[in-house]
């Protein structure tokens, strides 16, 4: 059964400062994604990374991706209040784009200001 | 706009009642329609996959009883929660493709 594990599960981060959240996967995978999700409101796609040692980035977000660690980190860079929203990677099955997903446990982010 | 178009965005409903959510592709086919559930201030737990013309597949766990799905057209999912308890709100998200539905708030009172 896969697992997708996130850490930390909540984070409060003063604006301006860098901080990493991490996610572990049991089993090797397709692809991975990262997803924001503001409250009450549905899932808002960030990134999806294909292949070991793929890094992309957006703004102030860039994920990047270890298959042979199982292992993906979203860095945060000079956080800015507008990042507060909580964080969710989430693992492709390997049967092309209609594949389901697992969900990590998701991750808090609140930024001070 | 909104590729896959969820509704409602939130119902009340009371207990013993029945509740259904659509959700439609625009402009696109779906063949298949991912639901999931989404307790609060948790993840979300894939509760079943529908496929155009065929029977839906549930995770363990899920009562396919209590939880109807249909994907009659290729531009059509519903699920209806049936016999509604206080236990099933939640926020429930279809999605396709790359696509997720805007979610449903339910409220079981």
């Known amino acids: 059964e896969l697992k997708v594990e996130q850490n930390p599960l909540f984070l409060s981060m003063q604006e301006g400062k860098n901080y990493t959240i991490y996610c572990n996967y049991s089993?090797?995978?397709?692809?991975l994604y990262w997803y924001r999700q503001d409250p009450g409101k549905s899932l808002e796609s960030l990134f999806v990374l294909l292949s070991n040692g793929a890094v992309k980035q957006e703004g102030r977000l860039m994920a990047s991706l270890d298959t042979k660690a199982r292992l993906s980190t979203l860095h945060i860079t000079a956080a800015v209040h507008d990042l507060s929203a909580t964080y969710f990677c989430?693992?492709?099955?390997?049967?092309?784009?209609?594949?389901?997903?697992?969900f990590g446990t998701g991750t808090r982010l609140q930024v001070t200001l | 706009g909104a590729v896959v178009s969820q509704h409602p965005s939130w119902v009340i409903c009371k207990s013993g009642t029945s509740v259904k959510i659509e959700c439609r592709s625009l402009d696109f086919q779906a063949t298949t329609m991912f639901w999931y559930r989404q307790f609060p201030k948790q993840s979300l737990m894939l509760m079943a996959t529908s496929n155009e013309g065929s029977k839906a597949t549930y995770e363990q766990g899920v009562e396919k009883d209590k939880f109807l799905i249909n994907h009659a057209s290729l531009t059509l999912s519903t699920l209806t929660v049936t016999s509604a308890h206080p236990e099933d709100s939640s926020f429930y998200i279809c999605k396709t493709l790359a696509f997720f539905g805007q979610g449903t708030r339910l409220t079981v009172v």
């Open positions: 989430a693992v492709g099955g390997n049967t092309g784009t209609a594949s389901k997903l697992t």
């Open positions: 089993t090797t995978s397709d692809r």
